[in-house]
């Protein structure tokens, strides 16, 4: 039933949404909604098929011309506020204050920081690698951020 009906309803919407994504996407949904409404028993006559998915196509068109128009609208009504944000206030990380604070960390402090950051491991995996219970690297990491933060800021 997919084979017979997905391309129809591809040509439809390349037809009227002049996008090929957009036709995939149609395809995809109505071919979707016409098989929930085959096994709820909201399709009077089976046997007409391809007119009800002819009308589906009809209004999924139309809902996603509405939602372009509607955005279109909200675009120009709001987009001058959408404006990128000015620069932030804070001044940019010294990446070589950053490697003496990570340097000053304990080796095992470091090594949680790095495997929990930079290879992006979980508590867990990080745990059974360095010997430590899940929870006892989180406290480690809180801990050791706690401390590379004081250090960046320059307090003790």
Same mark, same amino acid.
């Given at each position: ?19 090929? /994504? %957009? /036709? ?6 109505v ?14 006559? *089976?046997?007409?098929? @391809? ?8 209004r999924?068109? %139309? ?27 804070? *001044? *940019? ?5 950053? @490697? #003496? ?6 080796? #095992?402090?470091r ?9 992006? #491991? ?5 745990? /059974? ?28």
């Amino acid at each position: 039933m997919y084979r017979r009906l997905a391309p129809r309803v591809r040509l439809y919407g390349l037809r009227h949404l002049r996008d090929p /994504a %957009a /036709a995939d996407d149609l395809a995809q949904d109505v071919v979707l909604m016409t098989f929930d409404s085959l096994r709820a028993g909201k399709v009077r006559e *089976p046997e007409r098929i @391809a007119s009800f998915v002819l009308g589906t196509c009809r209004r999924v068109v %139309a809902n996603v011309r509405r939602g372009a128009v509607r955005r279109q609208r909200l675009l120009e009504r709001f987009g001058s506020e959408l404006e990128p944000a000015a620069e932030s206030d804070e *001044p *940019p990380l010294d990446l070589d204050r950053l @490697a #003496r604070c990570l340097e000053g960390l304990a080796e #095992r402090e470091r090594s949680v920081v790095v495997l929990s950051f930079y290879a992006e #491991r979980g508590s867990d995996d990080i745990g /059974a690698e360095l010997g430590l219970s899940p929870v006892n690297v989180r406290v480690v990491r809180h801990r050791a951020i706690a401390r590379l933060r004081a250090c960046l800021e320059g307090t003790p």
